[in-house]
């Protein structure tokens, strides 16, 4: 199994311009969710998804959308690219809820620069 | 307001020797206390986790030590190896309808040889 699977791995973007950031799980995962990591700042949730249609806002959503269109995939737009949204981006799934004691599964990365 | 507080931000360790991770949490209904290990280039991966009807919970080196009154878990890493070089993230969540983790800010461990 392939896992989550992110793309693209690095980009450079210019202010102002949008992209959309890939995310597929194979697991048959019903919960998904987008973290951006930054230094010093751990991993802090942007979005997240308990199924398909449905999404909710995390701690830090404000430029980015996101839509659920089927189980295996969650896109993470990027609307009109800033200097601050440049960071690491990390997908991951879950079989349940983190409070259900279900693990996370991340991807590895989009490497995002915005000049 | 940080609800997860994680200490040291980087830590070195000589091989053979014992890690330390702290983490500290604020919100008295988390319940459950996961960790995460992140090697560069990878997203992390869930390392060990423990609930809060235990003290301790032990994987091989791994041990995670809760106290629930005083709100602190912590890693050990025993007989540490270069290996295991990498940043490790605490976390905490609730059981209830689909609550999300809440991550430390990361501890950037080096074994040296």
């Known amino acids: 199994n392939a896992g989550v699977t992110q793309t693209p791995k690095f980009q450079v973007l210019k202010t102002g311009q949008s992209m959309t950031l890939q995310c597929a799980q194979d697991?048959?995962?019903?919960?998904m969710s987008w973290y951006r990591q930054d230094p010093g700042m751990g991993l802090r949730l942007i979005h997240y998804?308990?199924?398909?249609?449905?999404?909710d806002q995390g701690e830090v959503p404000n430029g980015y959308n996101v839509s659920r269109s089927t189980t295996e995939d969650f896109p993470l737009r990027l609307l009109s690219a800033a200097p601050s949204q440049t960071s690491v981006y990390f997908c991951?799934?879950?079989?349940?809820?983190?409070?259900?004691?279900?693990?996370?599964?991340f991807g590895n990365g989009t490497r995002l620069t915005v000049t | 307001q940080q609800q997860v507080k994680q200490s040291p931000q980087s830590l070195i360790v000589q091989k053979g020797g014992i890690s330390i991770i702290n983490c500290a949490y604020e919100?008295?209904?988390?319940?459950?206390f996961p960790w995460y290990q992140q090697f560069p280039g990878k997203g992390p991966a869930l390392l060990i986790a423990?609930?809060?009807?235990?003290s301790e919970k032990k994987e091989g080196r791994f041990t995670i030590s809760f106290n629930k009154s005083a709100k602190q878990f912590s890693l050990h890493i025993m007989d540490s190896q270069p290996g295991d070089s990498a940043t490790y993230f605490c976390?905490?969540?609730?059981?209830?309808?689909?609550?999300?983790?809440?991550f430390g800010k990361g501890t950037m461990l080096l074994v040296s040889p």
């Open positions: 991951a799934s879950s079989y349940a809820p983190s409070g259900n004691y279900s693990p996370l599964h």
């Open positions: 697991m048959n995962h019903e919960y």
């Open positions: 998804s308990v199924g398909a249609g449905i999404t």
């Open positions: 919100n008295t209904a988390f319940d459950y």
């Open positions: 423990i609930r809060p009807d235990v």
């Open positions: 976390a905490a969540s609730k059981q209830s309808g689909y609550s999300t983790l809440t």
